[in-house]
């Protein structure tokens, strides 16, 4: 056993009391033993046990007293009945109190040992539960939804109005805003936070399966349909179920959706028996969907059901007073997550984030952090330790336009080949040191370049501020020989 489970035995004979206290020793528990009924009640209100294994009939206080006491005091603790006069009746009562099992004298030791032992199971995935549920709670509570601003705070009022609500939902939002967040919150802050929260990522799934993954199928409906397969509706049965990125969903699935909306029920692909749901939807979009409407992208009945209640994420560019409150945040959490005695962030490191504009909104903000602790050498954020494109923003906004060469050339007038080729390489420098979050290391293999010739050309360009988060010396990664592509920008995955 890995686990030394805690088990109070109560019987009135002395005999069994020792019984069970040799066998469970023997089999690696802590046993406490009652002489009677209310001995016992007064242990289980002072004291925790994993298991109770009390007899039905005792001289002072009856075992079911003691039973339905138990689950009043220890809920999650079960209980097993023990007696020598069993009937039908007396087992279908102590079932229907709550009891784990019912067991008969003469015991039989193997089967006493297998019952205990998917009791000390069922406890211990109880407390596993229970421990996930207040995990969960805790982590979407309204006070991990980080911000003072008065944007956040009309977020936060929203959630607290509606939460208890069924009413539908919509989250708009930009890409790293944190729409999941909030629809976790509205979740675990309703009347459903004990049954499932189903996300559903509308852009990610295939056009081909998307009705097969929100409403199930039965076996043999197509080709591959070994099985029936529950769908994710089902799934979120007397729970939520949330719809990411809904303006992506294609117009054929729209009108299937908006039917669930409206009947409650869905058949399964391939399926004739119609199947009742229960569901609270939320959904997100970063689109416009007013616009994805006129445009015909987008059903305007399914709109209006769903857009019932709006919440506006603002952008953190929005909102750049919460930046020092979501920084210290994200410190504690990856210091904590690398074991590294990092304090705070310096004045002059919070200056450069206060400055840099978000495209990726707390999600960036967030991957910076995260970053800059992995770098730091001491207990203190440096400014150094940002990234090269937050501590150089301006370097980000010089980009190469080669349709505005192209049209100068069109008109008759003249390029200087140097300065386009030299603007068209800086530019590539700078997407992957972008596409890699800042890394020289990485960049360089995203151009096919040695980490050398990544040094020398970020040097020709004046781009300070990014590091190697790996290594750093002549050789190229994966193998490649130094100079392999003859300095050539181009390779190992270019840009789309």
């Given amino acids: 056993m890995t686990t030394k489970a805690r088990i109070l035995v109560v019987d009135d004979e002395l005999s069994v009391r020792e019984f069970f206290e040799i066998l469970l020793a023997k089999e690696g528990y802590d046993v406490v033993t009652a002489l009677d009924g209310a001995d016992a009640l007064r242990l289980i209100r002072d004291q925790a046990f994993d298991i109770v294994i009390t ?12 039973l339905k ?3 009043r005091v220890q809920s999650e603790v079960p209980v097993i009945m023990i007696t020598a006069f069993a009937t039908t009746d007396s087992a279908v009562e102590a079932m229907k109190a709550g009891a784990f099992d019912y067991l008969s004298k003469p015991f039989k030791i193997e089967e006493i040992k297998v ?12 407390s596993e539960n229970k421990s996930l549920k207040s995990e969960l709670r805790e982590k979407y509570d309204f006070s991990n939804l980080l911000g003072n601003s008065d944007a956040m705070k009309n977020v936060y009022d929203l959630i607290k109005k509606t939460a208890p609500t069924r009413t539908n939902i919509l989250i708009y939002g930009e890409s790293g ?7 976790r919150a509205i979740h675990f802050n309703s009347t459903r936070k004990d049954k499932a929260f189903i996300t559903v990522n509308c852009g990610a799934i295939p056009q081909s399966l998307i009705e097969s993954e929100l409403f199930g199928h039965e076996k043999g409906s197509f080709t591959g349909a070994t099985a029936t397969k529950q769908g994710l509706f089902e799934a979120a049965h007397k729970g939520t179920i949330f719809l990411d990125e809904i303006g992506e969903l294609p117009l054929a699935m729209q009108v299937k959706l908006l039917r669930v909306i409206q009947e409650r029920n869905f058949l399964r692909v391939g399926g004739t028996e119609t199947i009742e749901v229960d569901v609270r939807l939320t959904a997100a979009t970063n689109r416009n969907l007013e616009e994805e409407v006129r445009k015909g992208n987008f ?15 603002p952008s953190l560019r929005q909102r750049k007073q919460d930046i020092p409150l979501l920084a210290e945040h994200f410190l504690r959490k990856y210091a904590k997550e690398t074991g590294k005695d990092i304090r705070r962030i310096s004045s002059r490191a919070m200056e450069v984030l206060m400055e840099y504009d978000y495209q990726g909104n707390v999600r960036e903000l967030e991957n910076i952090i995260e970053r800059s602790v992995a770098l730091e050498p001491g207990q203190e954020v440096q400014a150094d330790s940002l990234p090269g494109n937050v501590l150089h923003p301006q370097q980000n906004r010089e980009r190469f336009d080669l349709k505005e060469a192209d049209e100068n050339l069109e008109h008759g007038g003249t390029i200087a080949l140097d300065d386009v080729v030299g603007a068209f390489e800086k530019d590539l420098l700078l997407k992957a040191l972008e596409r890699s979050h800042g890394s020289r290391t990485r960049a360089a293999k995203v151009l096919g370049i040695s980490s050398r010739s990544m040094r020398y050309r970020l040097k020709k360009h004046s781009i300070g501020g990014y590091e190697d988060d790996e290594f750093d010396d002549d050789s190229t990664l994966d193998g490649e020989t130094k100079s392999g592509n003859n300095g050539q920008v181009g390779g190992g995955g270019g840009f789309q």
């Fill in 115 to 126: 019952v205990i032992q998917k009791a000390v199971d069922a406890k211990n995935l109880a």
């Fill in 69 to 71: 006491e138990s689950k």
């Fill in 299 to 313: 059903r305007e009945d399914l709109y209006y059901r769903l857009n019932v209640i709006q919440i506006q994420l």
């Fill in 55 to 66: 007899d039905l009939q005792m001289q002072n206080g009856d075992g079911m007293t003691l």
């Fill in 177 to 183: 805003t944190g729409k999941e967040l909030v629809a």
